[in-house]
């Protein structure tokens, strides 16, 4: 590729293509065309989100943590516990709460593990929400403890749009609105000189210090926000189900947002957007009626993405497109 | 229950995450590869003796040996093919490839198996109490501490004085200084890879009554036996000895003061553990 | 005497038993073309390292501009105009090349953290990496991963990240090691063409190199300085011929 060819590409690679429309276009079409389907839509929006917001840290920054359903988990209990012990049950405050106290979260947390890399930042990150986990279990007089807090009830959203239980129409809708809120953040600053430092961080840290770049602010930052927009998922995810319980917190929601992001590409916008929909699409076909057969297939696609195809289902494509342009 | 009793209990279920951790310990400290999987082959281990016992009518001691040399050779199989060809790929890509594996395993024992609890016929002789002359205690718990401090002394002496446990003891400390020495690192690390599974094994079958045997086992106790490693300091057997029955004897006595959420506690002392010394009990300043 | 931009005093440096720095004083003039050169293992990089930050000293002090920095981060030390280029290639490997120079260019720029506008809207980032990716002829390269480029080239852009940071001084280690004969005038030109201004410190073994740069040189072995003078002086000092030269220079 030529200078002028690289220059443009820098230059212009955050302007918004026609293409980008698509999925939000076809966001609404689902609502139009499987007016049926919208409880697992919501779903899949959420875990969309939850998927992006990982994707800061991990796919950009480099940071590897199996810890971030903390901050999924600290948004649910707080719209949880706001609504069921504060009655305070208005949609959009509740989640603003929720990105404040899961960002406050990721913000002290990350200031104090980020200190450390490898296999004890990996360790720290777990323990951390183990310890989070542990903690809602123990205080089940404001969590619920093992059961939860089930039947939670919330405010119609705008005063207007009230959440049904069974068709999830209004929840569908908010959820897409919040999550093209959350992209185009995620977007603004992935496309930012802050974002590139992030990819540069990711790359090769010893030589983000040699350029003078203030490495650990940038790490702690960026943990902070994606923390705030995994609490803005865990939010939603309790106001749109009217419940929150254990499974918000834990191994098994950080494993499977991690895996979700793997499979669909890290360190692009729109693995997120494959991953969730392709994995959470599979799931609910597959793993009710097959689930040891379901845990095998994804268990071995992890190795072979592991050993093969490590940029996920939009590598690949990418890795495709590279060798037919060189011909 | 009085203070022995406490103090005993803690350390049987210590005994366990050490004979289960130190394998992972040290192939951890040598390769610097992050083996979440690791409690997989514990898993195995107790399976491969559930299932001799019960179908091959296997005596306890012999199932226990058979599962030592069948989960030792799948382990280095699986070295060989698969997990050498991780070693220089990044912390993500050795994660997804060991969840992945661990998931594999989970699967295939539930699709064989089943996703039922199993139990180990422990022999006769284990079953009932023994009196130690102050006090009476299970049998079997007693053996666990009895096997742990042989097997730390047997690792002990193996790293101390044989030229195998020395040529392991610099590769941890200095990989490509002790490859320019002359040192097989690669087949090392088979040998160790192989033996730190087996061993772990072995634990899987010997702790199914303290830690359970199910299919969930491996992805359960992942954070325990990641905790042990991390806070005994990486490729320190010492190390995790002592960080074992620390958090053995730790874990027993919160379990029993407060049942729900005692274990809250490990946790935020490992997180302030590890964050005054990140190199864990024993291990080197990175 | 005009006050050094660089100085340490008494520098030192132990691992253990072992000292692979030992009680270096040295000083760096702004504007200076200096060379240090000696053995392998004579403490060269690590020295470079004491001084950059990436490693504490055991002992003594660095001094920049007047300033104790013995105690500051790599990353400020850098701010305050010091770069370096490292022995083998510290590069952002999953980047290309445009995008390594553009990451330097914008940190010294101070914009690394700008999070609300596009990172392809400034036009001076892009400017100045543009200029200095054409004076290290790395243009027909410039769209291309770095771990798709040959070892050579990579050096080169190894170069380009520390010019991007417009130092006051730079600390370039082996730079000529690695790239091919044929395309070491590049690197030559890109020395040459550095500003007055810059106080210029080179680690090699190319004696041909060292000799047609450095106005000064330092000679280190076992982590101590042995000599220092101008070239001229150091070529015909009998220790260091003995010590390290040999019979290189009769060629």
Known sequence: ??????????????????????????????????????????????????????????????????????????????????????????????????????????????????????????????????????????????????????????????????????????????????????????????????????????????????????????????????????????????????????????????AGVLIILILGGYGRLYGAFVGAIAYLVLEHTLAKAYPSAWQLGIGLALVLVALYARNGVLGLADGLRRRGGAR | MDLASILLGGLASGMVLFVVSVGLSVTMGLMGFVNLAHGGFAMLGGYAVVLAMRHWGLPFFAALALAFLAVAALAALLERTLYARLYRAGELDQVLFTIGLAFVMIAAVTLAIGPESQTVALPEWLRGQTDLGFLSYRSYSLALIAFGAALMLALWLGFERTRIGAQIRAAVDNRRMAQSLGVDVGRLFTLTFALGSGLAAVGGALGAEILGLDPQYPLRYLVYFLIVVAVGGLGRVSGVFFASLAIGVLDFVLKFNFPQGGTMFIYALTLAFLLLRPQGLFGKRA | MSAALLRTEGLCRSFGALEVARDIDFRLEAGARHALIGPNGAGKTTFVNLLTGLLAPSGGRVLLDGEDVTRLAQAKRVKRGIARTFQINQLFRGLTVLENVCLAVTERLGAGGAMLTPAGRRADVLAEATRLVELLHLGDDAGRRIDELPYGRQRLVEIAIALGLQPRLLLLDEPAAGIPSAESHILLEAIGALPRGIAVLIIEHDMDLVFRFAERITVMVSGAIYAEGTPAGIAANRDVRAVYLGDALDA
Do not use: K
């Open chain 1, 1 to 254: 590729m030529s200078l002028r060819a690289a220059t443009l590409e820098y230059a212009t690679r955050h302007r918004l293509r026609a293409w980008e429309a698509l999925p939000w276009a076809a966001g609404l079409a689902v609502f139009f065309l499987f007016p049926n389907h919208l409880a697992f839509g919501t779903q899949v929006l959420i875990m969309i989100l939850f998927a992006l917001s990982l994707d800061l840290v991990l796919g950009y920054a480099g940071i590897v943590t199996l810890g971030h359903a903390a901050f999924f988990g600290a948004g649910a209990y707080t719209v949880g516990m706001l609504a069921a012990h504060a009655g305070w049950s208005e949609p959009l405050s509740g989640l603003a709460a929720a990105a404040l106290v899961a960002g406050a979260l990721g913000l002290a947390s990350g200031w104090i593990v980020l200190r450390t890399h490898g296999l004890t930042l990996l360790m720290l990150t777990l323990c951390t929400m183990a310890l989070l986990e542990q903690a809602a279990n123990m205080g089940a007089a404001w969590t619920g403890g093992f059961d939860g807090m089930p039947g939670l009830e919330f405010q119609p959203l705008l005063g207007r749009f009230e959440f049904d239980v069974l068709y999830f129409r209004s929840q569908y809708l908010y959820a897409l609105a919040v999550l093209l809120g959350g992209f185009l953040l995620v977007r603004m600053l992935v496309h930012s000189s802050f974002g590139r430092s992030l990819t540069g961080i990711r790359e090769n840290l010893l030589r983000m210090h040699a350029i003078g770049a203030p490495v650990r602010a940038r790490q702690v930052l960026v943990y902070a926000i994606s923390a705030a927009l995994a609490g803005v998922a865990g939010g939603l995810f309790t106001q749109a189900n009217g419940f929150v319980n254990l499974a918000v917190l834990g191994l098994d929601r950080s």
